[in-house]
């Protein structure tokens, strides 16, 4: 571990932060503003190329807040080591999956 | 209970009166917490309702479970409330707000704001 690591998680978590609050509250105004909800307009909306970037830059962005936030607090309350990595790995795998799992939906949007 | 050193700690809850600063803290790590948990949740109705006419029927009637509407009050709150601090957060590192008396203020404001905005969003959702 260089001395770096620290500075590095404190950067990502601002920059995921500031990304995650712009794409939830754009997100939410297009689908709140945007007229009747159904099946087509929505996945029409996942199926654009622009909300294909930028959904996709959105599930990395909350993975790794989510994951740094949550080691941060890992760390903070949980000492003997044997409770700490099990539990660090299962939160790892949980956020893993859940991006894998996203990704795959968002590639596979099929427009109604 | 004591320190290595012998220096005595008090840690009762029921007696430590956390300053304001000290509850938005403490809330935005709790609904982080809780914000992180429920992104499997998320992910699988996201995933679902992108699969076609059926996936986003099944979907909607997932989401429409009535006694899931606490729950989305509670994330609702819980997403407002982060965003609210995290921005207050963003300011004090560039030196905005940092000292006792403004770091103070901006709490008392942004803890009662979060639960009032969460409603009224709720509202404006639900009507």
Known sequence: MSGYSGMWA?????FSGIYIGLYVVAVALIVAFGGE??????????ASPLMQAAASVFIVALLFH????????????????AIKIPVLLVILAMLLASGFWFLRALIQVDPT | ?????????????RHIRLPVTGVISIMHRIFGVLLSF??????????????????????????????LIPLYLLL?????????????YLLMDIEIGVAKAP????ARIIVPLAAVLSLLIALGVWS
């Open chain 1, 37 to 46: 909800l159904d099946a087509a307009r929505w996945q029409g909306l996942f």
């Open chain 2, 38 to 67: 429920s992104i499997p949740g998320f992910v699988y109705v996201f995933g679902l309702s992108l699969q076609g006419e059926a996936g986003f029927a099944r979907a909607a009637e997932l989401l429409g479970q009535g006694w």
């Open chain 1, 10 to 14: 404190w950067l990502i978590q601002r």
């Open chain 2, 103 to 106: 770091a103070t203020q901006s």
């Open chain 1, 66 to 81: 989510a994951w740094i936030g949550l080691r941060d607090v890992v760390l903070d309350y949980i000492h003997p080591i």
């Open chain 2, 1 to 13: 209970m004591r320190a290595p050193d012998g220096r005595p700690i008090y840690l009762d809850l």
């Open chain 2, 76 to 88: 609702l709150w819980g997403f407002v409330h982060h965003l609210l601090a995290g921005i207050r």
